[in-house]
């Protein structure tokens, strides 16, 4: 059974006892506006719903899996209106400077990452290429990541002035050294070295990374579904219990502050990035 929703931006498939949610805006490697981020919240609850949905995998069409937050594309709808599902807070809409800024990034990023960690059936993230900034958040939100082995990682948001993304994971999924380490330096690292890490738990070649995700994600369903997310909501009150959530609104702070300051001493709040200049900044600083 296959479906398409919200402008063809996110697809939902169910393949057996999996869904495959699909991020689907190729031609901007999948950057993350808006209509994106409210129809994965859609297809995610369309397959919370399904009893016989077991298992959920998150995955993005074309080359890469996603290029983080949508900073410039002819889709970028910051000024769009959506219904909040993920925080009781007024719409950003029509407000002005760090109340707009506040009231969307908490629902539209971290919000619904939050939302999207607790999800009662289990995701995994099926990676390949670019794995950027808001791609990160995409990706830890699942309980498992597949990578491809041409995959990339990275979050170079320092270089606007800001401490990482929104759903400030780093340091649990990371450790603080090399937390610091990629956001100090905002340089690539490979999937073998996430692998190494533990931030990832499988590498496979790109020609089988959607067998090899869908496979783990059948094998998982297999397994009882109420012990399934009895299980998953223990490792998640752990790391709830070691600081994860309550380091996540203390960062969240400090994103927002970085913001007001850029909007305070240069052009706007991104401190005069775009894309095109995140990645031309990116290139130079890997081939130094």
Not at 13 to 42: F, H
Not at 226 to 241: P, S
Request: proline share 3%; net charge negative.
């Amino acid at each position: 059974m296959t479906e398409t929703s919200d402008s063809q931006v996110v697809t939902y498939e169910t393949r057996g006892r999996v869904a495959l949610v699909t991020m689907n805006r190729p031609e901007y490697s999948n950057a993350q506006n808006s209509a994106m981020t409210y129809a994965l919240d859609r297809a995610f609850t369309t397959a919370v719903e399904d009893d016989d949905v077991a298992a959920i995998v998150l995955a993005g069409n074309g080359k890469h899996f996603s290029a983080g937050h949508d900073i410039g594309t002819p889709g970028r709808d910051v000024d769009a209106h959506y219904e909040n599902r993920a925080v009781l807070w007024w719409d950003h809409v029509r407000k002005a400077g760090g109340d707009q800024r506040f009231a969307r990034e908490m629902e539209v990023y971290l919000g619904m990452c939050r939302r999207w960690r607790e999800i009662p059936k289990p995701t995994i993230a099926a990676v390949q290429g670019a794995c950027i900034a808001g791609g990160l958040m995409l990706s830890w939100v699942c309980d498992l990541i597949v990578a491809s082995d041409d995959a990339f990682f990275s979050d170079p948001v320092v270089r606007m002035g800001i401490p990482g993304v929104e759903y400030f994971a780093h340091p649990w999924v990371l450790g603080p050294r090399r937390a610091k380490e990629i956001l100090f330096t905002g340089q690539r690292f490979t999937a073998e070295q996430a692998l190494e890490w533990g931030m990832i738990n499988r590498v496979v070649p790109r020609a089988e990374l959607h067998d090899a995700a869908s496979t783990l994600a059948e094998q998982i369903g297999e397994m009882p579904g109420f012990g399934l997310v009895l299980t998953k909501k223990a490792v998640n009150q752990c790391e709830d219990i070691m600081g994860l959530r309550a380091g996540m609104d203390s960062v969240f702070g400090l994103h927002h502050f970085a913001h007001s300051h850029n909007a305070e001493v240069d052009s706007d709040s991104l401190g005069g990035m775009d894309a095109r200049s995140m990645k031309t900044s990116a290139a130079a600083r890997e081939t130094t």
